[in-house]
């Protein structure tokens, strides 16, 4: 079992910054690729970026990209979700995802993830 904590969630005006992490414990962090998904009040949940086990691929979707930036640290077992040009309709809870290498599917499948976090809040005001 792969147990995942996020933060770094808070409060920010539009335009901000803010740089989410996943601290990852349990099974061996890179064996899996990882992926960030949002949820924001009454809508559903929804794909906002992944990469692969070693960091050499990015996927982010189109509302997010050139904005947000996925990395990780496989040494530091942890996942990062850089934000940046921060708008109001990015608030939502944010959740790291985990799944095997060998899954198969696309990255913004949120059902080929077997493993996520509790989530941390963003909230962005206008």
């Known amino acids: 079992q792969v147990v995942m904590v996020e933060s770094g969630g808070g409060f920010v005006q539009a335009g901000g910054s803010l740089r989410l992490s996943c601290a990852a414990s349990?099974?061996?962090?890179?064996?899996?690729?990882m992926a960030w998904f949002r949820q924001a009040l009454g809508k559903e949940r929804e794909f906002v970026a992944a990469?692969?086990?070693?960091?050499?691929?990015?996927s982010y979707s189109e509302s997010v990209k050139g904005r947000f930036t996925i990395s990780r640290d496989n040494a530091k077992n942890t996942l990062y979700l850089q934000m940046n040009s921060l708008k109001p309709e990015d608030t939502a809870m944010y959740y790291c995802?985990?799944?095997?290498?060998?899954?198969?599917?696309?990255?913004?499948?949120?059902?080929?993830?077997?493993?996520w976090g509790q989530g941390t809040q963003v909230t962005v005001s206008s």
């Open positions: 349990g099974r061996t962090f890179s064996n899996y690729d």
């Open positions: 995802a985990a799944r095997p290498i060998y899954a198969s599917g696309t990255y913004s499948h949120s059902n080929t993830y077997e493993y």
């Open positions: 990469i692969n086990w070693i960091g050499s691929r990015q």
